[in-house]
């Protein structure tokens, strides 16, 4: 009777798998520069957050990561070392994202310009964020913004607002 090998060659798919992981790892090792740069986007976040010609679905989506990141109930908790962050930061980049997808073309010009950052880096930056960004969460998350929208014209349509207000408010409400 032959005894099987002890160490048997690692299946095709944990290879990949891996490979996809060392790829990652070494993004975000290219992310320092941009990290540098945080104070600055930061800046153009806020300032286009505060327009009001930035669409409300993506000033939600901005507002909704916010909300996570303080709450403290996390995916992964904090004390993980490394992990327990990671889940903020990705809930964030992703925020930003789909905040800035949701900007309109001409006003993220005018305030790339007002900031002074030039166009070609911010498109490199996002680009290196994005490639750190597994692509089918990306897609998701992009999908808010519209839920959102929708959610808010259904909301307007049926009435409901006025109606909830006027019982919030009545003497002998409960609420």
């Known amino acids: 009777r032959s005894e099987a090998p002890e160490s048997q060659p ?6 990949r798998r891996s490979g996809v992981a060392f790829g990652r790892a070494l993004g975000v090792v290219a ?14 976040v806020w300032s286009l957050a505060r327009d009001d010609r930035t669409p409300g679905g993506g000033k939600a989506a901005l507002t909704l990561a916010v909300g996570y990141i303080l ?3 996390d995916l992964l908790p904090d004390d993980l070392p490394l992990l327990g962050s990671l889940d903020d930061l990705v809930v964030a980049a992703l925020a930003v994202d789909v905040f800035l997808d949701t900007v309109p073309a001409e006003l993220l ?37 519209g839920a ?26 409960l609420a």
Request: glycine share 6%.
């Open 10 to 15: 690692t299946p095709r798919k944990h290879r």
């Open 31 to 44: 992310l320092l520069p941009v990290a540098g740069r945080a104070p600055l986007y930061a800046r153009l």
């Open 71 to 73: 709450v403290g109930r």
């Open 109 to 145: 010009a005018e305030k790339l310009a007002e900031l002074d950052i030039p166009r070609e880096a911010y498109d490199r930056d996002i680009a290196q964020i994005r490639r750190l960004t597994p692509g089918p969460l990306r897609r998701l998350v992009r999908r808010l913004p």
């Open 148 to 173: 959102i929208d929708l959610a808010d014209d259904a909301w307007h349509r049926s009435g409901l607002g006025p109606r909830l207000r006027t019982w919030i408010t009545r003497e002998d409400s």
